[in-house]
Nanobody, 120 residues
Framework: QVQLVEAGGGLVQAGGSLRLSCTAS????????VDWYRQAPGNQRELVAK??????TYAGSVKGRFTISRDNAKNTVYLQMNNLKPEDTAVYYC???????????????WGQGTQVTVSS
């Protein structure tokens, strides 16, 4: 089993920055892929950023403002969010695919979510 703990959410004024983190612990070899999603009230969950270990892709609404990264030594992934806008307000979730054995079997897990609120 793998546990993901998210941190870094909070209340920030428009134009401000936050850095979300998602730390994996438990029985696994390494992190393969990372996705960050968000869900605002009344909306569907939306993919914000994706890191496949080599390439990163972003939703058009956050491109140029958000950066996904990882620290493999700490088993932690990050979402740096700059120039935040009120429409970025949502619960943010990390979703991680991990290698669970030496034969490249994988499992996927979700973080508990962290609230980001951007005031105008």
């Amino acid at each position: 089993q793998v546990q993901l703990v998210e941190a870094g959410g909070g209340l920030v004024q428009a134009g401000g920055s936050l850095r979300l983190s998602c730390t994996a612990s438990g029985n696994f070899f390494s992190i393969k892929d990372v996705d960050w999603y968000r869900q605002a009230p009344g909306n569907q969950r939306e993919l914000v950023a994706k890191d496949t270990g080599g390439d990163s892709t972003y939703a058009g609404s956050v491109k140029g403002r958000f950066t996904i990264s990882r620290d493999n030594a700490k088993n932690t992934v990050y979402l740096q969010m700059n120039n935040l806008k009120p429409e970025d307000t949502a619960v943010y979730y990390c979703a991680v695919v991990v290698f669970v054995d030496a034969w490249s079997h994988t499992e996927d897990y979700w973080g508990q979510g962290t609230q980001v609120t951007v005031s105008s």
